[in-house]
């Protein structure tokens, strides 16, 4: 008999491999057990979740999370379904029409509802609003990309999807959403250029034709049911800006992570984003687990808004670069004048935390940042600016452009004064007693504490140096502030100790309100370490130079001249 051909073998090969697969699918099938009232599935418990996020965003802190099993049906990556439609790709991949639609054909399992089971209970009418889904994204993993998409068609009612919006802010791929309008509902738009989130979601917004805008990131996973009580909310009152519960998916190993329902959004002066528990007064009103619960503030990734009502706010600020500070413009704009937030707990989404930003920020993640809640701050905070300044003395150098038409939006709008909004909207908030501002080099005799970072360096180091009094560069590097909260800071980064024990080094690490560690308080011409009662001192290491001087924490001695300090304002 004569050999089979090669170009036959493949063939053959591939239809075997694909009747594995499909007996594999099957037989595992017939196994499962229906997850149900009686049949709940086990809680696995041990993996840490990591909440060091990096330059400061701390968005997804959450308390008291537990972590649920993710079913091979997610799609996350790394699981055994992402393994097999690998091999799929890689044996067989010239036999498939689409590839794509291939691996979301593996994602069709029904997921765990994390939502209370008063939840199930709870009927919405046939009369809900239709939505606009829109997703903006820069450079996105496809997989995850993929997986937010097809979770959205999976679990969602399709009558209530107006359309998918995708929005690709100039990725380096264009294809990234290309791809997915093969799936249904999903439209694909490209910037021509980089835009960020506020502009890019405000063209999603504006060819959005659904009654309602759903936004959401680009790296989630919803939740079974998680639409029809947002929309629910929006159409008994259309000023209400509502969001689901936000879950965590693991960054490393995309375990889907439940976070603790009873959470509110908040913040502090320096308009820092921080998950916060209900106050016990807060709880004990809440008599019902499915009741929503007012925010403050919301994250700013997930929301549901009346579509009319997004146009009659103003939007976002088109100002506003990239990313950050958005949700609290948004958040104070709607509180202010005339509708509310909410968080709906019988609505649960997943969202990936990322440790650090995948792409650049033109002027750097901190300036950026700096300067889109500057604007916030001097259009909505009122006299209560002097509180942020406060907290980021830096910020007063900063630019942050033209904000005469967001105060004329204020102005026609006739909305509240900030402090209504702290009255009624955020008590919780307390206002310092001081908020002022001291500013300047810290000088011993003729040399300055200073901040070095060479180019290979993601963190600088300390050191004394030649005081400088020319303005520039190098003198920036020796100016710093005592604030009200006992940091002392440059930029975004303060002085902390790594130990509470002599001759601990000193260190600059990104500022956090209410850590000790970063506490400092002069005493005449001593700078003491609150925690440790150390002081501030240098100490000569190496060959004993002068120059090989490095700042370390020491017992406190009035005698020794390495702890006098002085503050010379600028």
């Known amino acids: 008999m004569r050999r089979l051909s090669r170009r036959l073998v493949l063939p053959i090969f591939g239809v075997l491999w694909i009747t594995v697969l499909l007996f594999f699918w ?68 010239p036999f498939l029409l689409d590839y794509t639609l291939f691996v979301s054909a593996l994602s069709l399992k029904p997921f765990l509802s994390l ?27 496809r997989s995850t990309l993929l997986r937010t998409v097809r979770s959205i068609l999976n679990r969602t009612p399709m009558n209530l999807i107006q359309e998918i919006i995708l929005v690709d802010d100039f990725s380096n791929d264009p294809e990234d959403c290309k791809q997915l309008i093969k799936l249904p509902k999903v439209k694909c738009l490209r910037n021509n250029e980089r835009q960020g989130l506020v502009r890019s979601r405000i063209r999603g917004a504006d060819i959005a034709q659904g009654t309602t805008l759903t936004f959401l990131d680009s790296h989630c996973e919803v ?84 579509k009319s009502w997004f146009d009659y706010l103003g939007k976002y600020d088109t100002d506003m670069d990239i990313w950050g500070g958005e949700n609290f413009e948004i958040s104070f704009r709607v509180w202010m004048c005339g509708g509310s937030l909410e968080i709906v707990p019988c609505s649960r989404v997943g969202h990936v935390f990322r440790k650090k930003h995948p792409y650049i920020f033109p002027d750097g993640n901190a300036n950026t940042y700096i300067k889109n809640t500057k604007r916030t701050a001097e259009v909505w905070m009122d006299e209560y600016k002097q509180y942020y300044y406060a907290s980021r003395p830096f910020a007063l150098e900063r630019p942050f452009g033209n904000i005469e038409s967001r105060r004329n939006l204020r102005k026609n709008l006739q909305c509240q004064s900030f402090k209504w909004y702290l009255e009624n909207v955020y008590p919780e908030l307390r206002v310092p007693k001081d908020s002022s501002i001291q500013k300047g080099s810290i000088r011993q005799r003729q040399k300055c504490l200073e901040a070095q970072k060479r180019k290979d360096q993601e963190i600088s180091n300390l050191k004394l140096s030649p005081c400088v009094k020319t303005e520039g560069k190098d003198a920036k590097s020796q100016i710093w502030a005592f604030t009200y909260t006992q940091q002392i800071l440059q930029e975004e980064l303060c002085l ?30 001593r700078i003491e370490h609150v925690a440790s009662h150390l002081c501030l001192d240098t100490d000569m290491f190496g060959d004993g130079t002068e120059t090989s001087r490095e700042v370390v924490v020491n017992p406190c001695e009035s005698s020794l001249m390495s702890q006098h300090w002085d503050l010379v304002s600028s």
Request: aromatic share 10%; proline share 8%.
């Open 115 to 141: 939502s209370s089971p008063r939840c199930t209970l709870l009927v919405y009418g046939a009369d809900l609003p239709s939505t606009s889904i829109i997703i903006t994204f820069h450079n996105e993993a």
């Open 496 to 525: 902390s100790v790594i130990t509470l024990f002599p001759g601990a080094p000193v260190v600059l690490v990104l500022c956090k309100n209410g850590d000790k560690r970063q506490q400092w308080t002069k005493t005449g011409s």
């Open 26 to 93: 099957v037989t595992k099938k017939k196994l499962e057990v229906p997850t149900g009232p009686e049949v709940q599935t086990p809680k696995v418990r041990g993996l840490a979740v990591r909440r060091e996020w990096g330059s400061g965003w701390q968005e997804g802190a959450h308390p008291r999370s537990r972590m649920w099993p993710i079913q091979t049906g997610s799609l996350p990556l790394g699981s055994t379904t992402m393994f097999l439609a690998g091999v799929v790709k890689l044996c067989f991949f």
């Open 223 to 306: 939740n079974r049911d998680w639409l029809q009580p947002l929309l629910h909310r929006v159409r008994e009152d259309y000023t209400r800006v509502v969001c689901p519960v936000i879950d965590i998916i693991h960054l490393d190993t995309f375990n889907y992570i439940e976070s603790a329902s009873e959470l509110r959004g908040g913040f502090d002066w320096s308009l820092h984003f921080q998950w916060e528990q209900l106050t016990p007064e807060q709880k004990a009103r809440r008599l019902d687990p499915t009741e929503p619960i007012r925010t403050p503030i919301i994250a700013g990734g997930l929301f549901v808004m009346d």
